[in-house]
């Protein structure tokens, strides 16, 4: 659907533009709290699937697609989820958050008669994947400030949805203390800084010993 706002939006100022950009964002973002419950299920379904020893897939086209991989990539290194329970399945062809994306939809049913738990994201109410869900999550953003361009509001809100959901998930799982990443795979200077001041922060530990500790523990 089309914006009222954005009408003469090529005829206003850089900074008028920008402004109304930042605000459309904003007002997608707003969508969250009419499916908190959905996403606080789906984080925690997720969780017990992981602690199974199950895997998560992703399964998205399009600018859905890519908010699925920028979730699914930082899970390993924030959690320290193996890789080998991750997997990220992504259409090549075929952009929507409308909720009838075919490839999307066909991932869900065969999904569905895999035994799988299948939560569903979609930007519509009454969208046709949720038929397919065990969780369904409506994310009801408004018209795009560009109309149609879904990276835009509707990808906002997904990638802030599917970040709450995989939050909770490590926090679920134990990998969280205190807001503290515990789990997280230090793999670099930056990292291994990181871990040592958490260490510090949780047990008063000065920096030395905290490092002893880490590296007694094999990271």
Known sequence: ASNPAARGLDLLSDVEITRLLGRGQQSA??????????????????????????????????????????????????????????????????????????????????????????????????????????????????????????????????KAALNMMSTLMGVRLGHVHDGLMVNLVADNEKLRARAVDIVCQITDAPPARAAEAIAQARG
């Open 29 to 158: 973002l707003s969508a969250l709290d009419g499916a908190i419950s959905e996403i606080s299920q789906a984080g925690t379904r997720m969780a017990q699937v992981v602690a199974a020893g199950g895997r998560l897939f992703y399964a998205a086209a399009g600018s859905s697609g890519l908010m699925a991989l920028a979730d699914a990539a930082e899970l390993s290194g924030t959690f320290g989820i193996p890789t080998t329970q991750i997997r990220v399945l992504m259409a090549v062809i075929a952009v929507s958050a409308s909720g009838s994306t075919p490839y999307a939809m066909e991932v869900a049913r065969i999904a569905r008669t895999r035994g799988a738990a299948v939560v569903c994201i979609a930007n519509n109410r009454g969208a046709a994947i949720f038929a397919l869900a065990d969780i369904a999550i409506c994310l009801e953003t408004p018209p795009e400030v560009l109309a149609g361009s879904t990276r835009m509001g509707a990808g906002s809100a997904q």
